[in-house]
């Protein structure tokens, strides 16, 4: 079992639709999340982290954590051709005492003009 | 902008070669984080520093080290270069907080 999976995609969705982005995590011990964007060719940019069960949301985008579940996810409210990207998944291990970040594959998502 | 910076933008090496990268990171974020991105992956974690000493280390064999100084720059150094190990190296430099912020990263490819 992968430490962090997602579904990679590709996800289309219309454009001004919500696009819902999933990602479950097997350390029961992770403490901290993120979701980063990456565009084709350019390094992950970060969008939320969330420490707490529950929604946090900024803009159009809300960030969902389900310790029990061990799930995460990332919404994206009014879709835009812009957040055409991958969006990765990063969970927090404090292995040793280090923020090691372990990252899933990413999700690919396609905004549909 | 994440006032992280990295050289060079791309590299292309040869098989067996030695090869080092560069960070700088923001000042007072006295740590940095290398990571590994293959093609199509995530990225992977390399090792990371803080304050100068190496403060974890992923799954990856010897010949990746890895340097900090005190002015918030790093190195990251690959011997005896493998065709695997053509990816894009990413660094990350992180807040009192424990947010990681990217550098642009640099592309390698190993022929």
């Known amino acids: 079992q992968k430490e962090v999976e997602q579904n990679s995609g590709p996800l289309s969705v219309p454009e001004g639709a919500i696009a819902s982005l999933n990602c479950t995590y097997s350390?029961?011990?992770?403490?901290?999340f993120f979701w980063y964007r990456q565009y084709s060719g350019k390094s992950p940019e970060l969008i939320m982290f969330?420490?707490?069960?529950g929604d946090k949301e900024d803009g159009r985008f809300t960030a969902q954590l389900n310790k029990a579940s061990q799930y995460v996810s990332l919404l994206i409210r009014d879709s835009q051709p812009s957040d055409s990207a991958t969006y990765l998944c990063?969970?927090?291990?404090?292995?040793?005492?280090?923020?090691?970040?372990?990252f899933g594959t990413g999700t690919r998502l396609t905004i549909i003009p | 902008e994440t006032g992280v910076t990295q050289s060079p933008t791309h590299l292309i090496k040869t098989r067996g070669q030695q090869v080092t990268l560069r960070c700088s990171s923001q000042?007072?974020?006295?740590?940095v984080s290398w990571y590994q991105q293959a093609l199509g992956q995530g990225p992977q974690f390399i090792f990371q520093?803080?304050?100068?000493?190496?403060?974890g280390r992923g799954n990856f064999p010897p010949r990746f080290s890895g340097l900090q100084f005190p002015n918030y720059s790093s190195e990251l150094n690959v011997n005896a270069l493998e065709l695997d190990d053509s990816a894009l190296y990413l660094c990350?430099?992180?807040?009192?907080?424990?947010?990681?912020?990217f550098g642009p990263g640099t592309r390698l490819t190993v022929l």
């Open positions: 990063a969970v927090n291990n404090r292995v040793l005492g280090n923020e090691k970040l372990t």
């Open positions: 350390d029961r011990g992770s403490q901290s």
């Open positions: 969330i420490y707490s069960n």
């Open positions: 000042s007072g974020h006295n740590t």
């Open positions: 520093y803080y304050r100068e000493e190496e403060n």
């Open positions: 990350a430099s992180q807040t009192a907080t424990d947010t990681q912020y």
